[in-house]
C-alpha cells in the first residue's frame, strides 16, 4: 500500500483549554487510596492495537482495587479510523485519540503507551499489518516498553488468529507474546541495555471476550470478578470503565455505566500457567524486597492512624517512610506526591503570555500556599531553580512572585511522532527514550525544591497559561513554543485543472516582536510561480499576514508537495499551524510542515449549485469548493422545509445516517427531489447502528465487506453508464494514486434496479460489486457509494475528483 501524509493548515486560533488537563490537589478518600498503594509493588501490562481496543474495566480493577501499576500498550494512536466529531483525519485523528486515551487513563487510574505503529487503516491479516509496519521495527518497540515498564502479568486483548476481526489486532497478539520473549532476551535489541535491563514477566495471558457474537470465553479458564465497588471512590469498576470509556468520543462509544457482578476471562499464551489465579506465584507485597520489615511496618501505621479529617497527621511518618526506602525500590513519585498533598502544598507557574517564539525568556508568576493549619510542626520552605525565587511557606499564606526563565526552550510544541517525515507503516522518532511516551514531556518547566522540616523533595510544574473568562471562569490552556514566523496553507492538497493557473494564500503569523524575513517557495518539476520569494515585516507578536503567490503547472509538470521555507535572522523554518480545540480534550497546539500536495488533471464540471449535508465529518465540501462548485451547507430544517430544486446535486456526508436523528424526516423530501429530477449522492454509511434501513428508493443492505489494497485492480462492470462517461471519460487511470483504501461497507443485497458500476478486490477475494450502485429514479438519480472519496479528495486524487464529478453530474 501507498499512502500520502499530509496535514490541514488553518488559520491559527487559541481556544479555551481544559483545566482537567492539570491534576487537581489530591482530596482525603484519594489520598488514602495512594497510601494504601504504598503497600503494593508489581505491574500489568496490557496490550492491543488501537484506542478503544483496551478493557477499561479491568485496567480500573487492577489500579484501583488490586492498586498495581496497570498499563495499556496501545500499538497505534488510531490514526486510520474515522471521525465522529470533527473532519480531522490521519495524523490529527490520531492526536485527538492520543489525547482520548490520556483521558481515559487519568479516569481509570492506568498508564499510556504507544509504539511507533501507523494506524494505516483496516487489515485483514496480521501478515500485511507487518508488511507494511515493519515488524523488527515495532516489535523493538513491544520491548522496549517492557523492559521499561517491567510488568509481572502481560494480558492481551485478542487473540492471534482471524478470531481478533482484524489484522492489526491479531498482530497485536503476536506481538506481544513474541516481545514476552525478546525482553528477557540480552542478545535481543542490545542497543536499548544502555538505558533498560532485560525482563521477563511470569506470564502472558489472552483476556478473552463475548461481543460481537463471538464468545471466546470457556468456564475452565482462570476468573476474575472485577464488578466490585470501591467505596473510597463512591464507585464500582463497571461504573468506573464506562466514565474511562466515555473519553472515546471520537469513536462514539459513549458508555452507559454498569454495576454489580462482571467476570473477566483468561487462558494461558506463555510463560508460568497459573492454576487458579491470574496473579499466581507473583509477590505484590513488599515483601517482594529484601530488608523490607521496617517499611511494611511503619506504611502498615500510617494506613491505620490515617486521619480523613487531618491528613497533615500523616505527614511525620511519610517522612520518616521517605528516608526509609531512599535508594530502595519503592514507588517514590507517589510518595512524595502525598507527602506534598498531606502538607496541604500547591505549586503553580503561570506564563504572562499563551505563545512565545524559540529561545525566548518567559515571564511567569509563581504562586505556592501550604493549605495547613497554624499548628503544623514543620517548617516548610520553597525554592525555583532557575528564577533564584526562595521563600517560607507560612501555613494558609497565598506566595505570589513574578520572575522569568531564560532562553526557556529549544523546541517548538510538536508531538515527538510528529518532528520528521515518515511513511505509511510507522513514524520516525529519533530519540530511543521518546519511543513510547503517550506525548511530549513539558517544555518548559518551574523547578522547585520543596524542603519539608529536614526533607527535600525536587519536582517540576509544568509551565501553563491561565486567564479568566466571563463565562467559565478560570481556564487553563497549554504553553505553546513556536517557530519566530509560521506560514500555513489553506489546504492540504491543489488540484489544477489543466493549464489554468491558482493563487495559493498563505497566512504568516509571527511569534516574537519586530520580526522580518522572507518566504521562499518550493516546487516540483515542471512548475511556475510568481513571485520567486516574498519579503515580510512584522511588528508585534500575533501579528498575521496574508499572502499570495501564482502557481502554474507547466506542460511537463508533475505532481509532488508545493513547500515553503520561512527565513529569520539567517535560519530556515518549514512550519505551518495547526491548532485543535475539543471540549473533551486539551487544546493541541502544532507545527506541521507548511507544505502541500499539488497536481492537475484534465476535468470537466457540469453543473454549477451543490447541497451538502453534513454527517459525521469530512473535509468534501471544501475540496468541491477548490475546483469550482458552489456548496451550501444545509442543515435538517433546509431540507424538510426548503425548496430543493435549485441544486444540481445533493450530497450527504460520511455516515449521515449512522448519527443524524432527523434522517426519517429528511428522507421523504430527498426522494422528491430525486423523483424531480435532482441528483442525490449518499457517502458511506457503516452497517450498524442505522437510524433508518432504507437509503435509497430500492432495498440494498450494508455488509462489512471492505477493499483494503488502495491499489487493487478495478474493473468497470457498465462502461457505457452515464457516470462513466459523462462529463469525464472514466478509465483504469482514475484509480492510480488513491490512498489507504479503495472503500468500506459495500452494499449488498442489491435490489436489480441498481447498477452496480463497479468491480473490486483484495488480493485472494472474491470480486465484489457493491463500492458503487446507481439507479434512475423518476427524472433523477440516486448514487450510494462506499469508496472512499472522503480520503481521496482531500488528498488530491485527481481520478477520485473526475469520478465524483460525474457521479453529481447528470445531462439535461
Not at 480531522?88 to 490520531?94: D, H, K, M, R, V
Not at 511494611?296 to 491505620?304: D, F, H, L, R
Not at 442543515?635 to 450527504?652: G, H, K, M, P, Y
Not at 462489512?704 to 485492480?713: K, L, N, P, Q, S
Amino acid at each position: 500500500m501507498k499512502f500520502r501524509q499530509y496535514l490541514l493548515l488553518l488559520p491559527a486560533v487559541f481556544p479555551l483549554f481544559l483545566q482537567a488537563q492539570f491534576a487537581a490537589p489530591l482530596h482525603s478518600a484519594e489520598i488514602k487510596q495512594g497510601l494504601e498503594s504504598l503497600n503494593v509493588t508489581g505491574s500489568v501490562l496490557y496490550v492491543a492495537a488501537h484506542p478503544d481496543d483496551e478493557n477499561t474495566r479491568l485496567l480500573a480493577y487492577l489500579a484501583k482495587e488490586k492498586k498495581v501499576r496497570a498499563g495499556y500498550l496501545s500499538l497505534t494512536r488510531g490514526d486510520g479510523g474515522q471521525n465522529l466529531i470533527g473532519t480531522e483525519q490521519a495524523e490529527l485523528l490520531g492526536l485527538i485519540r492520543t489525547q482520548e486515551l490520556l483521558a481515559a487513563r487519568r479516569t481509570d487510574g492506568a498508564e499510556q503507551f504507544f509504539t511507533r505503529a501507523n494506524d494505516f487503516g483496516f487489515s485483514k491479516n496480521p501478515e500485511e499489518s507487518f508488511k507494511i509496519w515493519n515488524k523488527a521495527k515495532i516489535l523493538s518497540d513491544v520491548v522496549w516498553v517492557i523492559r521499561k515498564f517491567q510488568p509481572d502479568v502481560i494480558i492481551t486483548r485478542f487473540p492471534e488468529d482471524s478470531r481478533a476481526g482484524h489484522g492489526h489486532h491479531s498482530g497485536s497478539a503476536i506481538l506481544a507474546r513474541e516481545a514476552f520473549s525478546a525482553a528477557a532476551d540480552p542478545k535481543q535489541f542490545p542497543e536499548q541495555l544502555a538505558f533498560v535491563k532485560p525482563w521477563q514477566a511470569k506470564r502472558i495471558v489472552w483476556n478473552t471476550f463475548n461481543f460481537g457474537g463471538n464468545n471466546t470465553t470457556s468456564e475452565d479458564q482462570l476468573k476474575i470478578d472485577v464488578g466490585l465497588y470501591n467505596a473510597l471512590l463512591g464507585k464500582g469498576y463497571g461504573e468506573i470503565a464506562a466514565e474511562s470509556r466515555s473519553n472515546h468520543k471520537s469513536q462514539g462509544f459513549g458508555s452507559s455505566r454498569q454495576r454489580g457482578q462482571a467476570i473477566e476471562y483468561f487462558s494461558p499464551v506463555a510463560g508460568e500457567k497459573a492454576k487458579s489465579d491470574l496473579f499466581e506465584g507473583v509477590d505484590f507485597t513488599l515483601n517482594r524486597n529484601s530488608g523490607n520489615t521496617e517499611i511494611q511496618k511503619i506504611v502498615t501505621e500510617i494506613n491505620k492512624e490515617y486521619q480523613v479529617s487531618n491528613p497533615s497527621a500523616s505527614v511525620a511518618k511519610l517522612l520518616k517512610l521517605r528516608t526509609l526506602v531512599k535508594g530502595k525500590p519503592f514507588k517514590h513519585e507517589l510518595l512524595d506526591n502525598l507527602i506534598l498533598a498531606c502538607s496541604g502544598i500547591w505549586i503553580e507557574a503561570a506564563a504572562a503570555n499563551q505563545a512565545y517564539a524559540l529561545h525566548d525568556s518567559i515571564g511567569v508568576r509563581i504562586q505556592a500556599i501550604a493549605r495547613i493549619k497554624a499548628d503544623f510542626p514543620y517548617p516548610i520552605h520553597i525554592e525555583e531553580v532557575q528564577t533564584g525565587l526562595s521563600a517560607d511557606l507560612r501555613p494558609n499564606e497565598l506566595l505570589s512572585a513574578e520572575r522569568k526563565i531564560f532562553g526557556s526552550a529549544n523546541h517548538n510544541t510538536q508531538p515527538h511522532w510528529l518532528e520528521n517525515k515518515h511513511g505509511q507503516g510507522s513514524f520516525e522518532v529519533k530519540e530511543l527514550q521518546l519511543i513510547g511516551l503517550p506525548e511530549n514531556p513539558a517544555l518548559v518547566n518551574g523547578v522547585f525544591r520543596i524542603r519539608i522540616a529536614e526533607t527535600l523533595i525536587e519536582k517540576k510544574y509544568p509551565v501553563v497559561y491561565k486567564f479568566t473568562d466571563p463565562v467559565k471562569g478560570e481556564v487553563y490552556q497549554p504553553l505553546v513554543i513556536a517557530p519566530p514566523v509560521t506560514a500555513t496553507l489553506g489546504e492540504k492538497a491543489f488540484l489544477f485543472n489543466g493549464n489554468e493557473s491558482k493563487v495559493i494564500s498563505i497566512q504568516l503569523q509571527s511569534f516574537r516582536d519586530r520580526v522580518k524575513g522572507e518566504l521562499v517557495p518550493q516546487l516540483p518539476s515542471g512548475w511556475s510561480i510568481s513571485p520567486q520569494k516574498i519579503d515580510f515585516s512584522m511588528d508585534k507578536k500575533g501579528e498575521e499576514q496574508t499572502v499570495s503567490f501564482k502557481l502554474n503547472p507547466g506542460a511537463k509538470s508533475i505532481g509532488g508537495d508545493f513547500a515553503l521555507k520561512v527565513m529569520v535572522d539567517g535560519q530556515s523554518y518549514h512550519q505551518g499551524l495547526r491548532v485543535l480545540n475539543y471540549d473533551h480534550i486539551p487544546v493541541q497546539t502544532l507545527f506541521p510542515f507548511s507544505e502541500a500536495r499539488i497536481d492537475h488533471t484534465d476535468l470537466k464540471i457540469a453543473g454549477k449549485k451543490i447541497g451538502f449535508i453534513a454527517g459525521a465529518g469530512d473535509l468534501v465540501p471544501e475540496s468541491l469548493k477548490q475546483i469550482g462548485f458552489e456548496v451550501q451547507q444545509l442543515s435538517e430544517r433546509q431540507v424538510i422545509n426548503s425548496d430543493l430544486s435549485a441544486f444540481d446535486a445533493i450530497v450527504t456526508g460520511v455516515r449521515l445516517y449512522n448519527v443524524n436523528e432527523q434522517v426519517n424526516a429528511m428522507q421523504p423530501k430527498l426522494m422528491k427531489y430525486v423523483e424531480n429530477g435532482g441528483v442525490l449522492l449518499v457517502q458511506y454509511n457503516v452497517n450498524g447502528p442505522l437510524k433508518r434501513n432504507d437509503l435509497g428508493p430500492y432495498p440494498f443492505s450494508l455488509s462489512r465487506d471492505r477493499v483494503t489494497e488502495e491499489d487493487a485492480a478495478v474493473t468497470l462492470l457498465n462502461p457505457g453508464h452515464p457516470v462513466l462517461n459523462y462529463p469525464n471519460k472514466i478509465s483504469a487511470k482514475d484509480f492510480d494514486g488513491w490512498v489507504q483504501e479503495r472503500g468500506l461497507y459495500f452494499a449488498t443485497n442489491i435490489d436489480p434496479k441498481y447498477t452496480p458500476v463497479l468491480g473490486m478486490h483484495d488480493a485472494g477475494e472474491p470480486e465484489k460489486n457493491g463500492s458503487l450502485i446507481v439507479s434512475d429514479y423518476g427524472k433523477g438519480r440516486f448514487v450510494y457509494t462506499s469508496l472512499s472519496f472522503f480520503r481521496q479528495l482531500p488528498a488530491g486524487v485527481p481520478g477520485a475528483y473526475r469520478l465524483f464529478v460525474n457521479l453529481i453530474s447528470k445531462q439535461k
